[in-house]
């Protein structure tokens, strides 16, 4: 069974900095493109940056050069480092897998089949 657990949202202020954590359990296949995705009130859900097993990454317009993915392979876990933060960020942040290694140029990948719970991430400005 497939888990991932996100952590280190919070609420933090304008210019702020937060680091997201997606722990994986579960998953054991060789390919992939795994990211990150959020969800504000009232708005579609929307990719913010995936990366795929062959290191290939991708970025929503909005947050290139201010967020960057990385995963640490013997830990099992994904990161989203959070830079610059604006209120247009606030949202709930969902790490999410798919078994196709595709990554589109939106940083998405093609079709997540597993999702974590989610953490919230809130910016007062």
């Known amino acids: 069974q497939v888990q991932l657990v996100e952590s280190g949202g919070g609420s933090v202020q304008a210019g702020g900095s937060l680091r997201l954590s997606c722990t994986i359990s579960g998953y054991s296949y060789s390919r992939y493109c795994m990211g990150w995705y959020r969800q504000a009130p009232g708005h579609p859900r929307e990719g913010v940056a995936v990366i795929n097993y062959l290191r290939l990454e991708s970025y929503a317009d909005s947050v290139k050069g201010r967020f960057t993915i990385s995963k640490d392979n013997a830990k099992n876990t994904l990161y989203l480092q959070m830079n610059n933060l604006t209120a247009e960020d606030t949202a709930m942040y969902y790490c999410?897998?798919?078994?196709?290694?595709?990554?589109?140029?939106?940083?998405?990948?093609?079709?997540?089949?597993?999702w974590g719970q989610g953490t919230q991430v809130t910016v007062s400005s």
């Open positions: 999410a897998i798919d078994r196709q290694f595709v990554i589109r140029t939106s940083g998405s990948c093609d079709s997540p089949g597993y």
